[in-house]
């Protein structure tokens, strides 16, 4: 047996040992026949041990990685057991998805480092940065692989059922097959892809990458430069906006890293991309630094929630990045191997910043609730605004925080926090949004009505619109029509009789873009719903011309109302069928 069909039988089987035990601990969930978190402590080791073992094969013998591999794997499944006692149940724990992000970067980033020290040195970049691009890539090889493989049989089962065939149905009715086939065949395929390691290289995806260095870099310098006309308010209304930029900055510090490469005769060697990349690390700052404002504001606000800490922790270590990068830079020659020094730097934070998040010393819960108990105590938030809805979702220290609340309410001057503690349905407290009323009264400025009177129904249905809505209409109005006058219009009628309350049509003569829009609007539990607007004779709607010119006449009388020429074929269960014109 060659070398070759050998490290092919060996993945292989490894792939399917993975493939069985992950299967066996599902069965074992179940079943709860280990506890469920002795049962998640195995998972977790399960799962990083045959990721690391598959994913250090080749570079290293399979002994070796299996070593490494267990490693990662044991304290791994330590930490999120540790983490785990901040909840009463598993599921509690499984609700938030930062402990499994923190997993997720322990079982992933640590393999390049553990390969390059039984190589030339944990520290040894080029190492470093082939093998992680390496594992990268033979994985997503692999997933497409097994993909395809399972293309192939159902697409196969479907053919036989053609003929009466049922063997491959039967088989993966069997719980333990569609398991062994996924590990088996990505076990395959990790050995085939390692084969072919000079013909499917990471390179090809790192040249790619680089292509989108100047792209990414024009985008944040017509960003930085609207900030002046834009204003900052926009950027501090939310963790939304956060999260935009939090995603520019690590999608800008993948593509630096892309064009340095491992060392200077493989990075960039134009001068346009060596000014473009110098271009993107000074910038790199800036959309780190308004991530961090935005998220220093949100808590200033409201207090710590483990959404704002995971936010903070994600805006420091892009507050990192970034300065590492900028500073390269301006320090003068020899910023490519600074950029790389920053890379080991901040990969190694970002290891021990998933590491602390799953110990006491960075427990969002527990951060959260001390901090929610406090803001209430002083007076910073009022017990109408505070969080005690998530209260419930943040384990044990959640509780402990309720307990304290309590004591608190008893004491004179909290009775508002003891009428919100003892509500049964508290409700997620919203932040206060925007005051629309400027906003409707400019639309209501511009906006016929007929009847004339119906101004009710306008006003609750304005009420109801979102602020894009408002600004769109206005737009729209503010325009002159085609036939003189406004460009749009509002009529209110009983256009749905079996419907409570009355709709409204909305003209829309939209000279910006040259066409018109008709649109039914209705108030529904306090929502805008919308309807399509149809004729009831079959005829297309009304063109731009013609509609200015309804708009006109109907300025001066409002239209006639008629009911619909229209009958239906009764359902059983109410309503009935109806032939669309």
Do not use: H
């Amino acid at each position: 047996m060659t070398n070759t069909v050998q490290q092919r039988l060996v993945l292989a089987l490894i792939g399917a040992a993975a493939g069985a035990s992950l299967y066996a601990l599902s069965e074992i969930l179940d079943g709860d026949l280990l506890g469920e978190r002795l049962t998640l402590a195995l998972a977790v080791f399960t799962t990083a041990f045959f990721f690391g073992l598959l994913g250090m094969a080749g570079p290293l013998r399979i002994a070796k990685a299996a070593l490494m591999a267990a490693l990662v794997a044991i304290v791994t499944a330590a930490l999120l057991s540790w983490a785990g006692l901040r909840f009463d149940t598993i599921d509690e724990l499984g609700s938030s998805s930062f402990p499994i992000s923190g997993v997720f970067v322990l079982i992933t980033l640590p393999l390049p480092f553990l390969i390059a020290a039984s190589g030339p040195g944990w520290r040894d970049y080029p190492s470093l940065f082939s093998q992680a691009w390496g594992i990268f890539v033979r994985y997503s090889v692999a997933l497409t692989f097994v993909g395809v493989v399972w293309g192939v049989i159902l697409l196969s089962d479907a053919l036989f059922g053609v003929v009466g065939l049922t063997v491959i149905e039967d088989l993966l009715e069997i719980g333990v097959v569609p398991w062994l086939i996924t590990g088996t065949m990505l076990g395959l395929a990790l050995a085939v892809v390692q084969e072919l390691a000079d013909v499917v290289s990471p390179y090809l995806v790192v040249r790619l990458l680089r292509l989108l260095v100047p792209v990414v870099l024009v985008v944040l310098v017509v960003f930085v430069a609207a900030l002046p006309f834009r204003g900052l308010s926009g950027l501090f209304g939310g963790l939304s906006v956060a999260a935009i930029l939090l995603a520019m900055t690590a999608t800008a510090a993948t593509l630096l890293t892309s064009a340095v490469d491992q060392d200077d005769p493989s990075a960039v060697g134009s001068d346009l991309m060596r000014r473009a990349t110098q271009g993107l690390a000074l910038v790199l700052p800036l959309p780190a630094a308004l991530t961090a404002v935005a998220v220093w504001l949100r808590v200033d606000q409201y207090g710590w929630t483990p959404d704002r800490l995971f936010a903070a922790t994600a805006a420091a270590l892009a507050l990192g990045y970034g300065g590492l990068y900028a500073l390269a830079i301006l320090r003068g020659t020899g910023w490519m191997d600074r950029i790389r020094k920053a890379n080991t730097v901040m990969a190694l934070a970002l290891i021990g910043c998933a590491a602390l998040w799953l110990t006491p010393v960075l427990n969002p819960e527990a951060i959260s609730a001390r901090n929610l108990v406090a803001r209430v105590t002083d007076g910073r938030t009022a017990p109408a605004a505070a969080d005690l809805y998530t209260l419930d979702f943040w384990g044990r220290a959640g509780a402990d925080a309720r307990t304290d609340l309590a004591t608190l309410a008893a004491r004179s001057g909290f009775e508002e926090l003891g009428q919100a503690l003892a509500d049964p349905n508290p409700r997620y407290p919203m932040p206060p949004t925007e005051d629309l009323t400027p906003q409707r009264d400019a639309l209501i400025a511009l906006l016929p009505l007929q009847p004339a009177g119906a101004t009710a129904t306008r006003d609750m249905l304005l009420q109801a619109a979102l602020s894009y809505d408002l600004q769109d209409w206005t737009r729209i109005c503010a325009a002159s029509s085609p036939q003189g006058g406004s460009a749009c219009m509002m009529i209110v009628a009983d256009l749905l009789p079996t419907q409570p309350g009355e709709e409204a049509l909305m003209i829309l003569l939209d000279v910006d873009n040259g066409f018109v829009r008709f649109e039914g609007l209705a108030l529904r539990d306090g929502f805008l719903q919308r309807y399509a607007i149809w004729t009831t004779n079959g005829q297309a709607l009304p063109d731009m011309d013609a509609a200015a010119a309804m708009i006109a006449a109907w300025q001066t009388a409002p239209p006639p109302l008629s009911a619909a020429p229209l009958n239906q074929i009764d359902l059983p269960g109410g309503g009935g069928l109806a032939l669309t014109p």
